[in-house]
C-alpha cells in the first residue's frame, strides 16, 4: 500500500475542513486520475469571478496515458521540477489573456483572475482526494513554441496534479522539504487597519482575536 500523508494546517481561527487539509506535496502516486475527476477540476476553475467576465484563463493539460504528450510537458518545467512533476499523472500550464476582449486594453488583473480559477481547481482537487502542486518554474518561451501559444497569451503557472504518494520515495533534500511543518505568517503581519503595518485590532500584535 501507498505510504501517503497528510498535513492539515494548524489554524489559530476556524476554517473549512478542506482549506485545512489542502497542501502542495512533490510525491505522488502512480494512481491514474479519473476522466470525470479531470472534467470537474476544469468546471470548478470555469466558474470562478473575473473582472468584467473576461474569464482570461486557459489551460494545457497532459495526462500520463499519453506519454509523448506528457514528456512534452514535462519539458517544459525547469529541470529542478521536472524531477518529481513527471510522476504526477495530470500536468497543466495556466496561461493569461492579458487583454480585455471589449477594449483591447491590458489587463492588470488577468493574473489575479487566473489565481481564483486555480483557486477554485485546487479547492475541487482536495474535495476529490487529489493534490495540487503549482509551479512558478516554468519555460515561458518553450511553451509558446512547442504549443503555438498566440500573442496576447502569457504562460504563467504549472501545475502538477495527482493522488498523493509517499514521500520517501524523493530524493533529499525533497523528502525532508516533504516531511517538515507546514508555515504561515501570523495574521498581524499582513492584515493592516488605519495605516501599513498596523495590526487589525481584530488580530492584535500577537496574532490573537481581541
Given amino acids: 500500500m501507498t505510504n501517503t500523508m497528510e498535513k492539515p494546517a494548524i489554524t489559530q481561527f476556524p476554517i473549512h475542513d478542506l482549506l485545512k487539509t489542502r497542501w502542495s506535496p512533490r510525491a505522488f502516486s502512480s494512481q491514474p486520475i479519473e476522466p470525470e475527476n479531470i472534467q470537474s477540476l476544469f ?16 489551460f494545457l493539460l497532459a495526462t500520463i496515458d499519453t506519454p509523448a504528450a506528457h514528456r512534452q510537458m514535462v519539458s517544459c518545467l525547469v529541470e529542478g521540477n521536472q524531477a518529481w512533476a513527471k510522476h504526477a499523472p495530470l500536468l497543466v500550464l495556466t496561461v493569461a489573456k492579458i487583454a480585455f476582449a471589449h477594449n483591447g486594453k491590458p489587463n492588470r488583473h488577468a493574473f489575479h483572475d487566473i489565481g481564483l480559477a486555480v483557486g477554485n481547481l485546487v479547492v475541487q482537487a482536495t474535495a476529490q482526494g487529489l493534490v495540487v502542486h503549482q509551479m512558478a518554474g516554468i519555460l515561458p518561451d518553450r511553451i509558446k513554441s512547442i504549443y503555438a501559444v498566440p500573442e496576447g497569451f502569457e504562460p504563467l503557472t504549472g501545475l502538477a496534479i495527482g493522488y498523493s504518494g509517499d514521500p520517501n520515495s524523493l530524493p533529499e533534500p525533497l523528502r525532508t522539504r516533504e516531511l517538515a511543518p507546514r508555515e504561515r505568517n501570523p495574521l498581524p503581519d499582513f492584515v493592516f487597519s488605519d495605516t501599513w503595518g498596523q495590526p487589525s485590532r481584530l488580530f492584535g500584535s500577537d496574532g490573537d482575536s481581541r
Fill in 43 to 58: 468546471e470548478a476553475a470555469r466558474w470562478a469571478s473575473s473582472c468584467f467576465n473576461e474569464q482570461p484563463w486557459h
